[in-house]
């Protein structure tokens, strides 16, 4: 079992920047690609960024492409997401999530899920 914990979340002003980090428990997770979600009151969950096990492959939402860095340093079993220039859009409960790649659906399989941080952006 993976344990995923997550902090650097708060409020910024618009045009702003933070740091996400998710902290993981277990041997296996450098051998697990990494999401990070999030949620807006009223919307579907979506995904932001995700970064395979070695930090080779790296998927951006288009919304955040320029902006959001998604990296990894295994040795600490941590993920970063590095969030600049902010806009009021970009407010969410944003979500870590780790698992295996998935050969059969061609994506990974998100089987540990961090416990959400509040990203408050005001203007």
């Known amino acids: 079992q993976v344990q995923l914990v997550q902090s650097g979340g708060g409020l910024v002003q618009a045009g702003g920047s933070l740091r996400l980090s998710c902290a993981a428990s277990g041997r296996t997770f450098s051998s697990y690609y990494v999401g990070w979600f999030r949620q807006a009151p009223g919307k579907e969950r979506e995904v932001v960024a995700r970064?395979?096990?070695?930090?080779?492959?790296?998927y951006y939402d288009d919304s955040v492409k320029g902006r959001f860095t998604i990296s990894r340093d295994n040795a600490k079993n941590t993920v970063y997401l590095q969030m600049n220039s902010l806009p009021p859009e970009d407010a969410a409960v944003y979500y870590c999530a780790a698992g295996p790649f998935s050969i059969a659906r061609h994506q990974p399989q998100y089987d540990y899920w961090g416990q959400g941080t509040q990203v408050t952006v005001s203007s």
């Open positions: 970064i395979s096990y070695n930090g080779g492959s790296r």
